[in-house]
């Protein structure tokens, strides 16, 4: 079982910063593969970034590309969402996931109950 828990979002400017970050509770944080996903409202969940276990690869939506950086510290049992040049249409919650397997294919296993952010025009 896997526990997560997001923190690091608010309310910022167009073109600002955010960075979230999502701290897991289990012993097996680092076997797995972590996702980044949001929901608008009245939207469905979409995927976000992706980072394998070990962190050497990733994987992002084409929207967030050169904007968003995935990164993890197992160390610390934590994945990280650097968000730079945020836009108003970012605005959403933001929820973290684990999941085993290979880093493509969206069926996680783990949720958190996401962070909000939202992003001033």
């Known amino acids: 079982q896997e526990q997560l828990v997001e923190s690091g979002g608010g309310l910022v400017q167009a073109g600002g910063s955010l960075r979230l970050s999502c701290l897991g509770s289990g012993r097996t944080f680092s076997r797995y593969v972590m996702g980044w996903f949001h929901q608008a409202p009245g939207k469905e969940r979409e995927f976000v970034a992706a980072i394998s276990w070990t962190g050497g690869s990733t994987l992002y939506a084409d929207s967030v590309k050169g904007r968003f950086t995935i990164s993890r510290d197992n160390a610390k049992n934590t994945v990280y969402l650097q968000m730079n040049s945020l836009k108003p249409e970012d605005t959403a919650v933001y929820y973290c996931?684990?999941?085993?397997?290979?880093?493509?294919?969206?069926?996680?296993?783990?949720w958190g109950r996401g962070t909000q952010v939202t992003v001033s025009s």
């Open positions: 996931a684990a999941k085993s397997g290979t880093l493509r294919g969206h069926e996680y296993t783990y």
